[in-house]
């Protein structure tokens, strides 16, 4: 189910969804003109018992700048399964859902270190937007890449997930 609709998304023009939320054009009108049964999925995707599943639909609404499931996302920061926390903690962070801003800095508490460092992406990504864009700033580059520095020790931790997560974050920070 969710694979089909990732699969409709998929394309590589950039286009503004409403509010200003970067998204693909096309993807921009399928979120438009989905079905209110396209909908009803992704919702129950989002409420299914299979944590694959949940995971599956949070990452279809980052994907496709699908406003109006984030704060269903936001509750899923404090859902029981660790992949379900870390995919609805960087959808906080990839779609900038402010609402959920103050509930990141408890997961810097989390007791997975996988959810820890996805908060602090999205910490650093919120506080400092513009820095993915704006390089001539440097002091403001500074304190960007400065709030990002925990996640070099996540790259080398023993735990092959850590790693993994840790460079993929990496690798959307844009950090060196």
Sequence with gaps: MTALIMSVFGCTQQSQLPGGVQGSAASMKIVEKL??????????????????????????????????FMPKVGQMLKDEVVPVRFAATMAIADTDYQPAKFYLDRLLRDKNENVRIAAIYAIAKMNYPSNLKLYGNKKANLEYLKALEPLGKAITSSDQTVRANAALILGKSGSP
């Design 35 to 68: 079905s209110p049964a396209a909908l009803k999925i992704i919702e129950e995707g989002l409420a299914d018992d299979n944590p694959q599943v949940r995971v599956n639909a949070i990452e279809t609404v980052a994907d496709n700048k699908m406003m109006r």
